[in-house]
Nanobody
């Protein structure tokens, strides 16, 4: 299974970015898709998750600012990030869990919020 993430970059505080992740190569249906983020020297933390039924959950720190969604193209997930803050700076990872409970991670995309 390959996860191709894109959309990271440098943005000013208060700005917006949209991350995308496309999964390919899996023979099993994807159940959960999510975004995690990680700062150097820290544990990876869950940012947002969406189930196959469209149920979403967010970290308290991003509620009301970030929106996770699944695309019309099969096995894609997006993270729309608005009102970005410097503390949102991190490497963002796409995460997928299949219905057979296999877990896959994307390669990570850097998001930097700075003036």
């Amino acid at each position: 299974v390959q996860l191709q993430a894109s959309g990271g970059g440098l943005v000013q505080p208060g700005g917006s970015l949209r991350l995308s992740c496309a999964a390919s190569g899996t023979s099993f249906a994807i159940n959960v898709m999510a975004w995690y983020r990680q700062l150097p020297g820290t544990q990876r933390e869950l940012v947002a998750v969406i189930s196959s039924d469209g149920i979403t959950n967010y970290a308290d720190s991003v509620k009301g600012r970030f929106t996770i969604s699944r695309g019309n193209v099969k096995d894609t997930v997006y993270l729309q990030m608005s009102s970005l803050k410097p503390e949102d700076t991190a490497v963002y990872y796409c995460y997928v869990k299949t219905r057979t409970y296999s877990i896959y991670w994307g390669q990570g995309t850097q998001v930097t919020v700075s003036s």
